[in-house]
């Protein structure tokens, strides 16, 4: 916000500029006092209008909202291992699903993974100031790691937990969740889909808090 003020700024002093710039040469040849008003009459409305213009493009650019989607340990390895949990498809596969359903929706997302709790966390905390919302599959972490969910509390806008599998079916060790009751809300056990329902509940949290 403070960039596009400046930005706005910075246009009206470019204009005002050009303003005195030709009303200073139509002054020079121009002695009727009468059209010099007209000019400057004229073009000051027109001038504004333009503006305003400019300033509503970049406002509703910079209203697209930004997404960030975070893949834990493992997930790197989809269609290989454990297809009876995880399906098939591989992470490529996933990751074009989701850009082709956010291209649809019109919202940017950037997609990233990891396999060390360390960069999650920095995707996390760097996400602060460049993304409205984290969708976030911790995978293995999801039941250990204290240090994900302490950047997540940080993060301060609308989080959705995602798991492919469902959690609370499986071995007892993954039902305990350390992020559950911090997050926004959760989809769990509905395979790769479950990040296109994501995409979409993210969205209309986003349009919400918008309106």
Known sequence: MIILLIFFLSTITWFSSIATF???ILMLFVNSNKLIFLFTDFSLPLSLIFIFFIFFIVYKCRMNN???????????LLGEREQSQYGSSSF???????LKKSNELGIKIEFV???????IVNYIQNARNNFDGIIINAAGFTHTSVAIRDA????KKPIIELHISNIYKREKFRHKSLISDIVTGGIFGLGINGYI????SMQNILKNENQ
């Open 22 to 24: 030709l009303k200073g």
């Open 113 to 119: 993974q990891s396999n060390i709790e360390g960069e």
């Open 92 to 98: 490529e596969d996933l990751k074009k699903i989701c």
């Open 152 to 155: 997540l509390v940080i993060f």
């Open 197 to 200: 329902l994501a995409i979409i």
């Open 66 to 76: 930004k997404i960030i989607i975070v893949n834990g340990p493992n997930l790197n």
